[in-house]
Nanobody, 123 residues
Framework: QLRLVQSGGGSVQAGGSLRLSCTVSKSSECYYEISWYRQSPGKEREFVSVIGVDGSTNYADAVKGRFTISQDNAAENTVYLQMNNLKPEDTAMYYC????????????????WGQGTQVTVSS
């Protein structure tokens, strides 16, 4: 009933760009806020960005002005994270996450995580 599949990522030099995708398979009666998190070895998973059902967005201070989150409802409910001016400290495994929102049918899953995708930025 709910599935998040990620694509994109890879390796890039500092200053380069990458785009991550998170395709959300769900019922039309379920509404989710979609977030991106990242985790580096030895560190806790940290918030990167979020897009609400209404299209509102928010970003961690570390990525403001460099990353852009967007969604394309026509493209099978896909959420994108465009990452520009990448820095070595952006190197991490990136995960998308879904969080059920008000208005969803009571039987909708509360949320799920994508499988993760590696982003490596070299100096």
């Amino acid at each position: 009933q709910l599935r998040l599949v990620q694509s994109g990522g890879g390796s890039v030099q500092a200053g380069g760009s990458l785009r991550l995708s998170c395709t959300v398979s769900k019922s039309s009666e379920c509404y989710y806020e979609i977030s991106w998190y990242r985790q580096s070895p030895g560190k806790e998973r940290e918030f990167v960005s979020v897009i609400g059902v209404d299209g509102s967005t928010n970003y961690a201070d570390a990525v403001k002005g460099r990353f852009t989150i967007s969604q394309d409802n026509a493209a099978e409910n896909t959420v994108y994270l465009q990452m520009n001016n990448l820095k070595p400290e952006d190197t991490a495994m990136y995960y998308c996450n879904s969080d059920r929102q008000l208005g969803s049918a009571h039987w909708c899953p509360f949320g799920d995580w994508g499988q993760g995708t590696q982003v490596t930025v070299s100096s």
